[in-house]
């Protein structure tokens, strides 16, 4: 039986999204896609093979993208958003993974929507409602990727 790497070997349906997809959210960023890749790509640059990118938003208009690795250090940047309605939210994902949805999305703005630190991102695109991107969290270790205040 040949494997095409998407799917478990006889796993013969793809999961309902209706089940990943947080019903609530409690935070919904729209942002510019383009600025959100390019900030992304420069974040992730520095990530090392884990890609793992910390994502901290506050009241306001702006968020924060951040990388560390032992290596070389920290890197963060803030990116103006066009819209936030917010619950403060710190939450960590696969940079790559993120870069991927964003290449694909060639949109002029994406939203962001979030029910948790540990729930899955719902990416939609805003001139298509009917594209949903699904991307999981990745859980750091250590409380300082997760605490909202970034503290």
Not at 42 to 49: I, K, P
Not at 111 to 135: E, H, M, V, W
Request: positive net charge; glycine residues 8%.
């Amino acid at each position: 039986m040949k494997h095409s790497g998407c799917w478990p070997v006889g796993f013969s349906r793809i999961p309902s999204f209706d089940r990943l997809a947080p019903s609530a959210c409690s935070t919904v960023i729209t942002v510019n896609s383009g600025s959100l890749l390019r900030t992304l790509q420069r974040v992730t640059l520095l990530a090392g093979e884990s890609s793992l990118v910390r994502l901290r938003v506050t009241a306001g208009t702006r968020l924060e993208l951040r990388s560390q690795t032992a290596e070389i250090g920290d890197v963060a940047e803030e990116l103006p958003v066009d819209k936030i309605e917010v619950q403060g939210l710190s939450i960590c994902f696969n940079g790559s993974c993120m870069r991927d949805i964003l290449q694909a999305a060639a949109d002029a703005a994406v939203q962001l929507s979030f029910a948790g630190p540990l729930k899955p991102i719902i990416i939609r695109l805003t001139d298509n409602r009917d594209a949903l991107y699904i991307l999981t969290p990745i859980r750091a270790h250590g409380q300082r990727y997760l605490n909202p205040t970034g503290s």
